[in-house]
């Protein structure tokens, strides 16, 4: 009946929804850094941080995040997707509590650290999308997850132009607390608990979805494998190389500046000379990713390659426009230039979000074997993230020994990098079931699991759960 399709469809959003709060709270907690240092630093009393400290409380997260990262990913096959998600929202949930209270640079940097663990788990949230949604609905639903977080990160700059920044921690800790109770009610992946060989669980779970009571598993269902065979998946190339486009689409993305955006806008903006308020062009530029989140969506129907080579291609444009105009025209606060950064820095901002920013978190959800799907999401986001590191941690580095502008001429070269590697090596993912992924890396793999949802009485239609 329609009424089961429908029935479906609505948890399927349901579930989905109710973990992207997890990547609600991740957004504001990435983009919080910028807006506490700015608020700090222009308030007329209380503590100072000076550019070193400054530096280690907008990184830090970063680097404590691949241990958080590859501790969840071994947790996530153990425990399932749901449980994990929910164990990562303590550090949250104690991190906005400190921050709410905090009155010195050491209290911060603790509460920056505890956020560390949690800073990039939301990979569950991917994984759990990509084991849920038919084939065709894939690249809609990982879009909406980068939604939830260019939300968040815009709320969140709205809100600091009037509450004080731990308000605002406050707030963040109440809703860590309500997204952590509130996934209760949704269960694991069918799929995942069916390859754990729980099939009770994976019936139920069926059942809370609303799909019919027929699975049809053409993989065999996984055995318990011996130290010399798991070893032997990890060694395989349908994990290796995968694991090398996932680092090398991490080191494109890092290195092209977006996060730099992100974790000092107010700065960049001030240093680039545009003539507007800072917090205010911050803001906007956070407008400008949700538009990008939105048009990404739109565009599920468009090949992953497609989306790196126009992202990063409209981002190499942006970056030249700002480079020439502050070569040509220095950093004098001329309004007719100095729109112009303006509105190159929202342009960039936009096309990031068309495939730079969100396709090397999603990707990794959908090119694994099920088998090390969670442990090689969590090792290659732990790359990630010390890649992340490391970028942010250099650039105020790199700012104060080369200047503004060579810094921003090598993430523009990164950009055009980032546009080669999406046409000629990226792997097109669009469209295609796991066993087509893996048999793009290693031939002959067997097929894996695909789910049958009663649509009414009379038919079936079949939705392929690979991903």
Known sequence: MESKKFHFYIKLILSNWLMCIHEFVVGSAIVFSGILLAQVRDSPSGFQLNTEESSWIA?????VGPFGLLLTGIITDKLGRRKSLQITYIPLILSWGILAYAESYKVILIARIILGYSIGTGMI?????????????????LSIITIFSSLSML???VLAIFYHWQTLAMTYCVLSIFGAVSLFIVPDPPIWLKAKGWDIKAQKAKEWFGMSNEMTVTEETPIKATKDSKFAV???????????HCIMLFICQQFSG???LIYYSVDVIRDCGVPYDSMTVSALMFGARILGNIVYSLLSGVGRKTLLVTSGLGMTLSFSTVIVTMYAFGNEL????????????LSCAFCALLGVLPLPWSIPGEIFPIEVKGAMNGFVHSAGYIIMFLAIKS??????????????SLYTVVCLITTIYGIFLLPETKGKSLEEILEYFE?????????VISVNNNKTETFDMNC
């Open 59 to 63: 990184s830090v997260p970063n680097i």
């Open 125 to 141: 949230v991917f994984l759990y999308a990509a084991e849920t949604c038919p084939v065709f609905l894939r690249p809609l639903f």
């Open 155 to 157: 709320s969140v700059s």
């Open 234 to 244: 990890y060694t395989s190339p349908s994990v290796w190389k995968p694991t090398l």
């Open 258 to 260: 977006i996060y730099v």
């Open 334 to 345: 001329n309004p007719t230039y100095g729109s112009i950064r303006a509105a190159a820095f």
């Open 395 to 408: 650039y105020p580095l790199l700012l104060e020994k080369f200047g503004i502008i060579t810094v921003f």
């Open 443 to 451: 031939p002959q793999k067997k097929d894996v699991p695909s789910i």
